[in-house]
């Protein structure tokens, strides 16, 4: 898969995070690294705002209950960070989508989806704080992920996903200021 560069005025600001969110992601996909002993499990306390741990097993776990009826499953909801797993069947967004205040990591768990990313939007809509919509984009780049690919959406990047068949994806976003 080529790399595409796509010039953001934010792009400082999403650099700032995008180690921290790449280092969640590679976290979640890597079985090694998330294989621990149990009794290195029970001896750390239980403090607010401590990291968080999910095995192989429990994602996989979650995976399969995801699968049965597609959805998302919010892994992590914090103010600056949300992790989702999402597996989706025979879907399309309507719209294009950018955020002012978050960024995207996804990777491909399993399957394959359509990115359109970029572009200029066409009729774009203001539909909460920070959030828009446009129908159209004029120049967006269409990327297709399979299975392994990792995919990085600034803040204010145009974004647009299509499924036909069946995709797992995590996602990874940081929210708020930089």
Do not use: C
Not at 7 to 28: C, H, I, Q, Y
Not at 115 to 144: D, F, I, M, Q, S
């Amino acid at each position: 898969m080529e790399n595409i560069a796509i010039k953001n005025p934010s792009r400082r600001n999403f650099l700032r995070t995008v180690p921290v969110a790449a280092a969640a992601g590679l976290a979640l996909t890597e079985a090694s690294l998330l294989a621990t002993p149990a009794a290195a499990q029970s001896a750390a306390p239980a403090v607010a705002g401590a990291f968080q741990l999910f095995t192989a097993s429990t994602l996989a776990d979650d995976v399969k209950a995801i699968q049965a009826k597609s959805g998302n499953n919010n892994l992590v909801t914090m103010k600056e960070l949300l992790v989702v797993l999402t597996v989706e069947t025979d879907k399309s967004a309507k719209e294009f989508e950018w955020h002012e205040h978050r960024d995207h990591v996804l990777q491909i768990l399993d399957g394959t989806t359509v990115y359109e990313v970029g572009g200029t939007p066409k009729g774009g809509h203001n539909v909460r704080p920070g959030e828009w919509l446009a129908p159209e984009a004029e120049g967006a780049t269409k990327l297709t992920l399979t299975k392994g690919d990792m995919l990085v959406i600034p803040r204010g990047t145009l974004h647009k996903r299509t499924t036909a068949g069946t995709v797992t994806l995590s996602l990874i976003s940081s929210q708020g200021s930089v």
